[in-house]
C-alpha cells in the first residue's frame, strides 16, 4: 500500500484548507484510513479516522472544524479543516490499516504535509 498526502500549506487563523490522501495497493490495506498530526516536541495524535463503510471518528479538539471524507472510487480520502487555529500548526500524516483499531500504530503511513497557520 502506498499514501499519498498533499493539500498541506500556509493559511492565517481562522482560514480553510482541504488535505488529500491517495492510495495504491491492495485495497484491503486501506479499508480504514486517518489523518493523524505531530506539532514540533509534541506527540502524534489522531486527528481522524474513516472507513470503507464511512464510520468516523474524530479528535474532539477538533470538533466541528472539520470534516473527513472518502471517495471509495477514488480510493481517497480527503480532510477539510475550518477555522483554522495556530495549534492547529503541525506535520499531518495519513496512514491506512486493514481494520479501524485507533488504538495501535496504522500499518501504512504516507509522507507528511505541513500545515501552517498564521497569526
Known amino acids: 500500500v502506498q499514501l499519498q498526502a498533499s493539500g498541506g500549506g500556509l493559511v492565517q487563523v481562522g482560514g480553510s484548507l482541504r488535505l488529500s490522501c491517495a492510495a495504491s495497493?491492495?485495497?484491503?490495506?486501506?479499508?480504514?484510513m486517518a489523518w493523524y498530526r505531530q506539532a514540533p516536541g509534541k506527540e502524534r495524535e489522531l486527528v481522524a479516522g474513516?472507513?470503507?463503510?464511512?464510520?468516523?471518528i474524530e479528535n474532539r479538539s477538533m470538533e466541528g472544524r472539520l470534516n473527513i471524507s472518502r471517495d471509495n472510487a477514488k480510493n481517497t480520502m480527503y480532510l477539510q479543516m475550518n477555522n483554522l487555529r495556530p495549534e492547529d500548526t503541525a506535520v499531518y500524516y495519513c496512514?491506512?490499516?486493514?481494520?479501524?483499531?485507533?488504538?495501535?500504530?496504522?500499518?501504512?503511513w504516507g509522507q507528511g504535509t505541513q500545515v501552517t497557520v498564521s497569526s
Open positions: 496512514a491506512s490499516d486493514e481494520v479501524a483499531d485507533y488504538s495501535r500504530t496504522f500499518k501504512y
Open positions: 495497493g491492495s485495497t484491503s490495506g486501506f479499508n480504514a
Open positions: 474513516i472507513t470503507r463503510s464511512i464510520m468516523i
